[in-house]
């Protein structure tokens, strides 16, 4: 089992940036954790979860949802278990709670729809003000 522990969210301006961190422990020698696809997804109030960005298991394959294509970018450290989420030109509409998870590769991943993915971060709080 995965641990995930997300960190970074904060209060920001709109047009600001923040880079929010996903640190993996548990059976996360670099071995495992660089073979696990991982995503961010994020959950706005009264609103469902919806998908952010993912990334394969060897950082070579990328997938956005198009609200944040050109301004967020999603990248892994497989030799410090941590996976990152640079945000820049935030928007009010960005406001949400952003959580990780994680999944074993899988054929054709990563993938965009959350029950692909089996563990899962308690999130962090990403507040933009306008």
């Known amino acids: 089992q995965v641990q995930l522990v997300e960190s970074g969210g904060r209060l920001v301006q709109a047009g600001g940036s923040l880079k929010l961190s996903c640190a993996a422990s548990?059976?996360?020698?670099?071995?495992?954790?660089?073979?696990?696809?991982m995503a961010w997804f994020r959950q706005a109030p009264g609103k469902e979860r919806e998908f952010v960005a993912a990334?394969?298991?060897?950082?070579?394959?990328?997938l956005y949802t198009d609200s944040v294509k050109g301004r967020f970018t999603i990248s892994r450290d497989n030799a410090k278990n941590t996976m990152y989420l640079q945000m820049n030109s935030l928007k009010p509409e960005d406001t949400a709670v952003y959580y990780c998870?994680?999944?074993?590769?899988?054929?054709?991943?990563?993938?965009?729809?959350?029950?692909?993915?089996?563990?899962w971060g308690q999130g962090t709080q990403v507040t933009v003000s306008s």
């Open positions: 998870a994680t999944t074993r590769a899988k054929v054709g991943g990563p993938y965009s729809y959350s029950n692909a993915y089996d563990s």
């Open positions: 548990g059976r996360t020698s670099s071995t495992y954790f660089s073979t696990y696809d």
């Open positions: 990334i394969s298991w060897n950082g070579r394959s990328t």
